[in-house]
């Protein structure tokens, strides 16, 4: 039951007029040449399991941090925070989850807090797995602030064929864990930025579900984890 859930899940509202076109092109292909027509089946299937949607259980306890995107961690570096937000802190722990084409692409907020800041900065499309991808390439940049004052940032960056960012969060409105926020179409990362002094809980190389998986607590003192394959 659990498989078919994730299979036939909804599709989001942003995927509904790709799937009529690609569902278009696939009856055109028919008319053609019926081969070429059942390649158009599954490209109209895959398009309908990229905008899936599906529901996730997200952790409530206070302080916790949630993956905002599904995927796999690409790196894990202390760089400054995104220029465009304007941000104080000199050094942040940056978490970055690279999407590809087949992972769900609706992004989540990743803790209780109010949006201080957006920045949208056109650029380019190098692949999203490189790590010249959080500088160079499109991207969109969300500040977020607990009530407690503790400052984040998540960013959707544009990869190799994406070519939209769709961010519904707006200056000044309070969201929780896990709500959705936007989405990026066809491959793309997701960089979190954690506070100064709080250590990842994640490894590279892990998979992570977005609105799920914790990336980090800001009430822990452990050090950063590392992983094993196995």
């Known amino acids: ?34 081969p070429l027509g059942w390649v158009g089946v599954l490209l109209t299937c895959w398009c309908a399991y990229f905008f899936r949607d599906p529901a996730r259980v997200t ?11 599904d995927g796999v961690v690409s790196a894990i570096a202390q ?33 209780d807090a109010t949006v201080t800041r957006t920045a949208y900065t056109p650029g380019l499309f190098f692949n999203a797995s490189l790590d010249k991808a959080s500088e160079d390439n499109e991207r969109n ?10 400052r984040l940032a998540v960013v959707q960056i544009a990869g190799l064929v994406a070519r939209r960012i769709i961010s519904w969060a707006s200056v000044d409105q309070k969201m929780k864990t896990g709500e959705r926020f936007g989405m990026i179409r066809f491959g793309s990362r997701v960089d979190v930025y954690l506070p100064e002094g709080v250590a990842p809980l994640v490894a590279l190389g892990q ?20 992983g094993q394959r196995s």
Do not use: K
């Open 79 to 111: 760089v400054p925070p995104p220029v465009e937000l304007d941000m104080p802190e000199p050094v942040m722990t940056r978490i970055s989850v690279f999407m590809n084409v087949f992972n769900c692409h609706v992004n989540r907020i990743p803790i």
């Open 141 to 150: 940049a969300v500040c977020l602030t607990t009530e407690d004052g503790v």
């Open 207 to 226: 998979t992570m579900i977005a609105g799920e998986t914790v990336l980090a607590d800001l009430s822990a003192h452990e050090p950063a984890r590392h």
């Open 59 to 69: 952790p409530q306890r206070g302080g916790l941090i949630i993956s905002p995107a």
């Open 1 to 34: 039951m659990e498989v078919l859930t994730s299979i036939f899940a909804p599709i989001h509202r942003e995927g509904h007029r790709f799937i009529a076109i690609f569902a278009a092109i696939t009856l055109l292909f028919f008319l053609i040449y019926d």
